[in-house]
């Protein structure tokens, strides 16, 4: 991890607004706008970019997509321009907290992934092109959104590692727990055998 030169009270400030930053739910909002309704009523009722596709609308989806990682993109690059390298990964772990643990809806939100690939494109950006790759990769391959999300989460401590930048090792690898907490079901539902695939409109909870 970098070197905590900022004071603590800055990094509270950075950690707090990364975290309303990313507690914008646009899947939702971009649905709504699209005239698609709840996305909570949709599919699995996440609010993420995969479910938001599950109605339908590929420009709604991708919209979702840019939404959820430019707002952790966005925190990072606020944050180490106004305090410095240490804000940045606060406020982009707040950002990813925000996301998954919304304030305005009940503490009920996504799942994270394109908020971390987009705050870790900020923060390291061949590390993020590396985890972009390997969700795609995965994606690809075997047509599971979970598996490619739990992959790419997973190897990106790898990447930081191999890719010289050590010091976000630690961050994204708390990261890449939270992302496998969050997944828990699919995790389950990939070992039945019963993960739906993508493209599938009507998958079980919590997919």
Request: with cysteine; charged share 10%; glycine share 14%.
């Amino acid at each position: 991890m970098p070197a905590l030169a900022s004071d603590p009270l800055v990094l509270l400030l950075w950690g707090a607004l990364g975290y309303l930053l990313g507690s914008v739910p646009f899947g939702l909002l971009v649905a709504r706008a699209w005239g698609l309704g709840d996305v909570r009523a949709i599919g699995s009722g996440n609010i993420g970019a995969t479910n938001v596709l599950r109605t339908g609308s590929k420009g709604a989806a991708l919209l979702t997509l840019l939404l959820d990682g430019g707002k952790g993109a966005l925190a990072v690059l606020l944050a180490r321009l106004w305090a410095g390298e240490d804000a940045a990964q606060a406020a982009g772990l707040m950002a990813f907290v925000g996301h998954c643990f919304p304030a305005w809806l009940g503490f009920r939100g996504g799942k994270g992934v394109a908020t971390l690939l987009g705050l870790l494109l900020a923060l390291a950006w061949p590390v993020g092109v590396a985890a972009c790759l390997t969700w795609a990769a995965v994606a690809a391959a075997l047509r599971y959104s979970s598996l490619a999300a739990l992959s790419a989460s997973a190897f990106a401590p790898i990447w930081a590692v191999l890719l010289g930048r050590g010091e976000a090792a630690l961050l994204l690898l708390v990261l890449a727990l939270l992302v496998h907490l969050r997944h828990g079901a699919n995790i389950r539902r990939l070992l039945a055998g019963t993960e739906p695939r993508l493209g599938a409109r009507r998958p079980g909870p919590g997919a």
